[in-house]
């Protein structure tokens, strides 16, 4: 049974950059018919789409964020990662990563989410 | 991008009571609908996928439907630990987009 874990920095600068990574166990992260993905969830708001990954590295992001946005694969370490350039304080959240069934586009399972705050 | 509107933004209930949730899709989305459980300080848990099927493990008084644009989550004989907050998730295209989410109050 697949098991996500974020880890990273729970506090970023305001311009500076957000790097985040998932590491993923129970299985391997090279599969089919499965995206690697990233969600966020500011304090008390819903959920947002930030982009996702496949194993050969093929991403997907939300044009929203896409400009500062920067996901990648290491199969070698079962990991991906998010990078976010130039944050601010609307990028403080609660960030999730998922597995996401391209199949069925249901997200599960999920880490348990780390929360980032920008603040100087 | 597909825009999800739920409705109502919260509602409040009591133990056995029967809740209705609406999620509307701003273009047709066939049965690419997702319905996930997120109680306080936890990551969303998945309900329902594809509109209507009942994801294993979760207790029968969940149910979805729909398909096209409208679609409901309902839940029957409210019990205390449903106390949560329900999102939509259309699965129809990218940007992949979730509803604003619904509170639901026990």
Known sequence: ?120 | DIQMTQSPSAVSASVGDRVTITCRASQGISSFLVWYQQKPGKAPKLLIYTASSLQSGVPSRFSGSGSGTDFTLSISNLQPEDLATYYCQQAKSFPITFGQGTRLEI
């Open chain 1, 1 to 120: 049974q697949l098991q996500l874990q974020e880890s990273g920095p729970g506090l970023v600068k305001p311009s500076e950059t957000l790097s985040l990574t998932c590491t993923v166990s129970g299985g391997s992260i090279i599969r089919s018919n499965c995206h690697w993905a990233w969600i966020r969830q500011p304090p008390g708001k819903g959920l947002e789409w930030i982009g996702n990954i496949d194993y050969s590295g093929s991403t997907y992001y939300n044009p929203s964020l896409k400009s500062r946005v920067t996901i990648s694969v290491d199969t070698s370490q079962n990991q991906f990662s998010l990078r976010l350039s130039f944050v601010t304080a609307a990028d403080t959240a609660v960030y999730f990563c998922a597995t996401y069934s391209t199949s069925i586009g249901w997200f599960d399972p999920w880490g348990q989410g780390t929360l980032v705050t920008v603040s100087s």
